[in-house]
């Protein structure tokens, strides 16, 4: 199952969600359990951020990119939050996927598929007829083919340089290499 030729045309788009709801779940939906929300706590956050060997963020500032996302989507089983990811849209032309993030016991049942679903869908449902817009995303070592489901496509390439990041540290004034 190629996740790209659901999302690529509008014409098949109602085929997706069908599709989804078959066979994964999304917002409202319940398959094997798996409710999905568009909020999620800074300790739940923080909790899948460590889960990944990702270091917590600041709590502050984890509220202040959960609250400044355009879209953010969460999996729970029961009380327990299981996944997330999230969308950081400037409204027009750049978007970014992060912290795509799924427990460990609960990788490989469709949750990581359905959460972009629900981000690709939400970002298509939101731009307007003629607009483009750049979508990216930094792959972890190893997960490159999961996102190549949906279509993205590693850097660099022909006409594409590589992706390039840094972190930019407050105190002391500092960048380095993430
Ligand atoms: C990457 C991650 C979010 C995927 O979530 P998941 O719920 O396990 O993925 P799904 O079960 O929805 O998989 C969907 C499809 O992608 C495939 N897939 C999943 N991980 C893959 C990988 N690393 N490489 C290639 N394909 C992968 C699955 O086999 C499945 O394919 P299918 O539909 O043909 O059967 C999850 O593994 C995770 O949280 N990893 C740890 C954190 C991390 O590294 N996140 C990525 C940051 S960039």
Known sequence: M?????INFTSIFVECKLYKQAHIGGIGDCYMGIIYTNTISV????????????????????????SGSAFVVAAKDGGKTVGT?????DGGCAALIKDMLVLPEYQGMGIGASMMEQILTFLK?????????????????????FYEKFGFAA???????????????????????L
């Open 2 to 6: 190629n996740y790209a030729d659901y």
């Open 125 to 145: 449902d939101n731009i307007k007829p003629g607009w483009e817009v750049a979508v990216d995303l930094m792959a972890a070592i190893g997960k490159e083919g």
């Open 43 to 66: 300790d739940d956050y923080n909790a899948l951020r460590l889960t990944a060997g990702w270091p917590a963020i600041n709590p502050e500032q984890a509220k202040a990119g959960l």
């Open 155 to 177: 850097r660099p390439r022909e006409n594409r340089g590589a992706g390039m990041d840094m972190l930019l540290c407050y105190n002391p004034m500092t960048i380095s290499p």
């Open 85 to 89: 990811g999230r969308l950081v849209w």
